[in-house]
């Protein structure tokens, strides 16, 4: 439902008044580079509400994420406890800038990698099925899309907020079957078979550093490409002369760029005081484990997600490059690092996916004061949907 906040339980529906709110279309990218998108709203996998054994329940949910160029991706959530938004574009991020220093997310990120990788939609319900099968786990009636999604995100949470599910009672308003079904995959997914995958995926595309100084007679750089994709297109803007080039001065094309390719700007000696820039184009794959966090998280906290399945999309990403008659050569932000932890100078029932099922009861009248739309549904149980 757009536009609108809506909480569901035991039957009885609390909605907010409308929100005149227009879904923008997002911005082509982040100041860096980044990959950039919106949840679409009613879109995506709804899964069961699930109990924790803290006595909190939530909404298990595969989100859509719609990106500038048209593409989508699939999504699971990483902070529970946080208000999914739709009013502002989530931006590609590495693992070491997920907003919340202190949380579990930043120790057991290897393993969130791990169960996004083998769990659903990675995996086709029937390869899950063949899995459990083979550890002599025995499931009532197979696995449905549903209880797949739900124990996926689940394991999910199990390592990014440190939730565990209520093992007597994990599904709220399922029957005993689809609790035990979920447990099953949640307890595979969260166990001893989960050793994690210790590379991060690297982003769709970056340059680094974004922006590099030096002297007239020199190539400035080198400016780094990390990519998951192909180059299709280097586009420039520089003064005659200047031109883009590899390590040994010799012009550049797309085609030669690849991942870890390094570029420079050869500047003459004759050149005058100046700057020009270069920009790349990719296609490709954001890869699966890839975390998005909200642009203005600062202000207006939104729920960090992660990408639990991919679209081929494209991405342009830029840098910059000034010099002088005699300035020494220097480099002004960082070059992008190979995945693994490192720094990428580019680079919630909607689910009550976050927050408690009790928070819209509690701060509707707030969120209505403030004109912020949160997305926040429950469940409803079978027999009243």
């Given at each position: 439902?757009?536009?609108?906040?809506?909480?569901?339980?035991?039957?009885?529906?609390?909605?907010?008044?409308?929100?005149?709110?227009?879904?923008?279309?997002?911005?082509?990218?982040?100041?860096?580079?980044?990959?950039?998108?919106?949840?679409?709203?009613?879109?995506?996998?709804e899964?069961?509400?699930?109990?924790?054994?803290?006595g909190?329940?939530?909404?298990?949910?595969?989100?859509?994420?719609?990106?500038s160029?048209?593409?989508?991706?699939?999504?699971?959530?990483?902070?529970?406890?946080?208000?999914?938004?739709?009013?502002?574009?989530?931006?590609?991020?590495?693992?070491?800038?997920?907003?919340?220093?202190a949380?579990?997310?930043?120790?057991?990120?290897?393993?969130?990698?791990?169960v996004?990788?083998?769990?659903?939609p990675?995996?086709?319900?029937?390869?899950?099925?063949?899995?459990?099968?083979k550890?002599?786990?025995?499931?009532?009636?197979?696995?449905?899309?549903?209880?797949?999604?739900?124990?996926?995100?689940?394991?999910v949470?199990?390592?990014?907020?440190?939730?565990?599910?209520?093992r007597?009672?994990?599904?709220?308003?399922?029957?005993?079957?689809?609790?035990?079904?979920?447990?099953?995959?949640?307890?595979?997914?969260?166990?001893?078979?989960?050793?994690?995958?210790g590379?991060?995926?690297?982003?769709?595309?970056?340059?680094?550093?974004?922006?590099?100084?030096?002297?007239?007679?020199?190539?400035?750089?080198?400016?780094?490409?990390?990519?998951?994709?192909?180059?299709?297109?280097?586009?420039?803007?520089?003064?005659?002369?200047?031109?883009?080039?590899?390590?040994?001065?010799?012009?550049?094309?797309?085609?030669?760029?690849k991942?870890?390719?390094?570029?420079?700007?050869?500047?003459?000696?004759?050149?005058?005081?100046g700057?020009?820039?270069?920009?790349?184009?990719?296609?490709?794959?954001?890869?699966?484990?890839?975390?998005?966090?909200?642009?203005?998280?600062?202000?207006?906290?939104?729920?960090?997600?992660?990408?639990?399945?991919?679209?081929?999309?494209?991405?342009?990403?830029?840098?910059?490059?000034?010099?002088?008659?005699?300035?020494?050569?220097?480099?002004?932000?960082?070059?992008?690092?190979?995945?693994?932890?490192?720094?990428?100078?580019?680079?919630?029932?909607?689910?009550?996916?976050?927050?408690?099922?009790?928070?819209?009861?509690?701060?509707?009248?707030?969120?209505?004061?403030?004109?912020?739309?949160?997305?926040?549904?429950?469940?409803?149980?079978?027999?009243?949907?």
């Amino acid at each position: 439902m757009h536009g609108r906040s809506v909480l569901v339980r035991g039957g009885i529906a609390v909605a907010s008044a409308a929100v005149a709110l227009t879904m923008a279309a997002p911005a082509a990218l982040a100041d860096d580079g980044a990959a950039r998108g919106r949840v679409v709203e009613g879109s995506g996998t709804e899964g069961f509400s699930v109990n924790f054994d803290s006595g909190q329940h939530y909404v298990a949910k595969l989100f859509g994420l719609k990106l500038s160029d048209g593409s989508k991706l699939k999504m699971y959530c990483v902070q529970v406890e946080v208000g999914m938004r739709t009013d502002q574009d989530m931006i590609e991020r590495p693992w070491n800038k997920y907003p919340d220093a202190a949380s579990p997310f930043n120790k057991n990120n290897e393993k969130i990698n791990w169960v996004l990788h083998h769990g659903y939609p990675a995996v086709a319900v029937k390869s899950l099925e063949g899995v459990l099968g083979k550890k002599d786990v025995k499931l009532t009636d197979g696995l449905s899309v549903e209880e797949a999604v739900t124990a996926t995100q689940a394991a999910v949470w199990h390592f990014s907020d440190g939730k565990n599910l209520d093992r007597k009672k994990p599904l709220p308003y399922e029957s005993a079957e689809e609790s035990a079904d979920v447990l099953a995959l949640y307890d595979y997914l969260t166990g001893k078979d989960n050793v994690g995958i210790g590379q991060q995926p690297k982003p769709t595309l970056d340059i680094g550093p974004a922006k590099a100084s030096g002297a007239t007679g020199t190539r400035i750089g080198p400016f780094s490409v990390a990519t998951t994709g192909d180059i299709t297109a280097l586009t420039s803007k520089l003064p005659e002369g200047v031109k883009v080039t590899d390590a040994d001065g010799k012009e550049i094309k797309a085609g030669a760029i690849k991942d870890g390719t390094k570029i420079f700007v050869d500047v003459p000696k004759d050149a005058k005081d100046g700057s020009g820039s270069f920009a790349l184009k990719v296609s490709g794959h954001l890869d699966t484990g890839r975390l998005f966090v909200g642009e203005n998280y600062a202000k207006v906290p939104a729920q960090s997600l992660i990408v639990a399945e991919s679209e081929k999309t494209s991405v342009v990403a830029n840098a910059t490059a000034s010099w002088k008659q005699g300035g020494a050569p220097v480099t002004d932000t960082p070059a992008p690092t190979t995945p693994g932890g490192a720094e990428s100078g580019g680079g919630n029932e909607l689910a009550n996916t976050g927050a408690s099922a009790a928070l819209p009861l509690t701060i509707g009248g707030a969120l209505l004061g403030a004109g912020v739309l949160m997305v926040l549904l429950v469940r409803r149980r079978r027999s009243e949907a």
